[in-house]
């Protein structure tokens, strides 16, 4: 079950009552002056921005030598090297269902990917 009414007017209903309680709950968060989302005097919506989080003392000189394992990846080549693996471009077609003109279509869908 999804939890969708039979009825499309019993389901606007349930959606209904659902949409008045969010927004009976949200009313209270609104017209606080220091909540973590009010409106301002013309009417605009102004949420405060959460504070960063502050990452432990060694993780910057971890995560640079966690980097500095893993291999530069040419992402052109690893494109051409999976489509071999799995010939997914062979499955792509013509959206209108015409024939390709080009012979080298895997080369211009490659590049189309990449785009």
Do not use: K
């Not at 013309?42 to 995560?63: F, K, M, S, W, Y």
Request: glycine share 8%; aromatic share 2%; net charge negative.
């Amino acid at each position: 079950m999804t939890g969708t009414a039979l009825s499309a007017d019993d389901q606007l209903a349930r959606l209904d009552a659902e949409l008045t309680a969010a927004l009976t709950d949200l009313e209270p968060i609104l017209a606080g002056s220091h909540g973590p989302a009010r409106l301002g005097d013309d009417g605009q919506l102004i949420v405060v921005p959460l504070p960063a989080e502050q990452l432990p003392t060694g993780a910057t000189a971890l995560r640079a030598a966690a980097a500095g394992l893993l291999p530069h990846v040419d992402l052109p080549s690893l494109l051409i090297e999976v489509d071999g693996w799995t010939t997914f471009t062979d499955n792509l077609t013509h959206a209108g269902g015409a024939s390709p003109r080009a012979p080298d279509l895997r080369c211009n869908l490659h590049a189309a990917i990449l785009a």
